[in-house]
């Protein structure tokens, strides 16, 4: 049985340095050599930004936090992106940013698109999310997006839907007290999940809401238990004392001993002739395959594992949506994923920011968090109790 799975790319970068840092440099186009006005300048996945003035020139201030990846955008030209490590001998950056080839034909093409709001129903479903903060998530400006669908007529893949945008999508999350701009570089999905690809720039408007301490707490909801949260205890060894549980995951071609137990079929996760995942109740210690450095580490593991988090249950959106975990054996007090890292390798750093593009994908709990739930690098969660209260 199919699934829907998560391979989404945030941020990518490493840093090397724990305190107040600033970039100054000019971005111009690099056809003319004139200066861009208003580009975008951010470090990914943070609430650092700023952007370019009168004369292309730009001062970036931050405060790196276990990885840092510069971002500049600007509307019809090509995103430059560079890790923060090593611009320390480039200052003053220059950017010199390229037109986007093919963009107005693109746009031309897409733009008539007579069932918008089908396409784009599913767009937010496997952009934002269908969890309750997915829901209440806004993107503020829908008409710089734009949808293409292409029916494929293959055995496997039936269709496919391709967005793209012509400047950043403004996304207001309400539940969660953030504006995002998020630079989306690339967007497919089909009947076996969505792959996106982008850059999110967060503004937090905690100071400005009227109860803070309710977001506060939907903020601490969406940080436990996730990707994010994973990892940072990964890298720390603090797995079981934080709530997650590992299991192995076998392949297996013989099914006659298992009476369905965790008993998938996924061709995303296994290749032809070994089709089928049985989960197990046998623990993995994961950092048998751990390796960590001084500020970073690397995780290699080749098989599909499971992680369960035993601290917070299901969402009620998630139960109502199957195609998230057919045929796995799960508990509804807990949450459980099954993971893939491609090419059986995760590098990762202490805030839980991956390395790797397209690292891990997932099925179960974790491909059913979207954009709607992602938290800045630099979140901090309250020294309080771990579990929270789900949202239902």
């Not at 952007?51 to 405060?63: A, I, Q, V």
């Not at 809401?209 to 990964?234: I, N, P, W």
């Not at 299991?247 to 995303?268: P, R």
Request: net charge neutral; proline share 4%; aromatic share 12%.
């Amino acid at each position: 049985m199919k699934h829907l799975f998560a391979l989404s790319f945030f941020l990518l970068f490493v840093n090397s340095i724990a305190f107040s840092t600033t970039i100054n440099g000019t971005v111009t186009d690099a056809s003319d050599g004139k200066p861009l006005i208003s580009a975008s300048v951010f470090i990914a996945g943070t609430t650092f930004g700023t952007s370019t003035r009168l004369d292309g020139s730009f001062t970036l201030n931050f405060t790196p936090s276990g990885s840092s990846q510069v971002v500049i955008a600007h509307l019809g030209y090509q995103t430059y992106t560079k890790n923060t490590s090593e611009l320390v001998m480039e200052q003053p950056l220059n950017v010199q940013l390229k037109i986007k080839a093919l963009q107005l034909s693109a746009v031309s093409v897409v733009g008539h698109d007579a069932n918008r709001k089908k396409n784009m129903a599913e767009f937010l479903f496997c952009f934002l999310g269908d969890s309750e903060f997915g829901k209440k998530c806004t993107i503020l400006n829908p008409n710089v997006l734009h949808l293409q669908r292409r029916a494929i007529p293959t055995k496997l893949l039936q269709y496919e839907l391709i967005a793209t945008a012509d400047s950043a999508l403004i996304i207001e999350n309400k539940l969660l007290g953030y504006t995002i701009r998020y630079t989306l570089e690339s967007f497919t999905a089909s009947n076996f999940g969505a792959i996106f690809k982008g850059y999110p720039l967060f503004q937090d408007h905690l100071s400005s809401v009227k109860d803070q301490e309710k977001t506060q707490e939907y903020r601490e909801r969406a940080f436990l238990g996730s990707q994010m949260h994973f990892f940072r205890c990964l890298y720390t060894k603090t797995l079981q004392e934080e709530g997650f549980n590992i299991y192995k995951v076998n392949k297996e071609t013989n099914l006659h001993m298992y009476d369905n137990f965790g008993l998938m079929s996924d061709t995303v996760f296994v290749p032809e002739g070994c089709k089928h995942m049985v989960q197990t109740t046998i623990p993995l210690n994961l950092y048998e395959n751990l390796y960590v450095l001084d500020k970073s580490a690397a995780l290699q593991y080749n098989q599909p594992f499971e992680v369960r988090y035993t601290l917070n249950g299901e969402d009620k959106s998630y139960t109502k949506n199957s195609v998230y975990y057919n045929g796995m054996s799960r508990n509804m007090g807990q949450q459980t994923s099954i993971v893939l890292l491609q090419e059986g390798l995760q590098i990762f750093y202490p805030n839980g920011a991956c390395q790797n593009a397209g690292n891990p994908i997932t099925i179960g709990f974790w491909s059913f968090k979207k954009v709607g739930e992602i938290m800045p690098w630099d979140y901090q969660p309250p020294k309080t109790a771990k579990q929270v209260v789900t949202l239902h």
